[in-house]
């Protein structure tokens, strides 16, 4: 059973710049695709990026484009989210999740990282 980890928010002021990571153990992450989400105060969770097994292909939403960044290693069995220029906007809980192929839900998901980006 693959189990995921995040780490990396903390408290930024606006235009700084975060790393989150999420550490997978107990299964064949190589074989996953992965997702970040976000869930801000009193809004529902979004789908901020997402990257498949091999990393070949990525997708973001429409306002981290440009300014976030997913990647996948293999082989240190971890997926990150580079995320720049950051706004009060992007303040959120993130969580990571993977999903075993495009017809499945994500699932596992990781506890969550928080983010809070100052004005």
């Known amino acids: 059973q693959l189990q995921l980890v995040e780490s990396g928010g903390g408290l930024v002021q606006a235009g700084d710049s975060l790393k989150l990571s999420c550490a997978a153990s107990?299964?064949?992450?190589?074989?996953?695709?992965m997702g970040w989400f976000r869930r801000a105060p009193g809004k529902e969770r979004d789908l901020v990026a997402t990257?498949?097994?091999?990393?070949?292909?990525?997708y973001y939403r429409d306002s981290v484009k440009g300014r976030f960044t997913i990647s996948k290693d293999n082989a240190q069995n971890t997926v990150y989210l580079q995320m720049n220029s950051l706004k009060p906007e992007d303040t959120a809980v993130y969580y990571c999740?993977?999903?075993?192929?495009?017809?499945?839900?994500?699932?596992?998901w990781g506890q969550g990282t928080q983010v809070t980006v100052s004005s």
């Open positions: 999740a993977a999903r075993a192929s495009p017809t499945t839900d994500f699932s596992p």
């Open positions: 107990g299964g064949t992450f190589s074989t996953y695709a």
């Open positions: 990257i498949t097994w091999n990393g070949g292909r990525t």
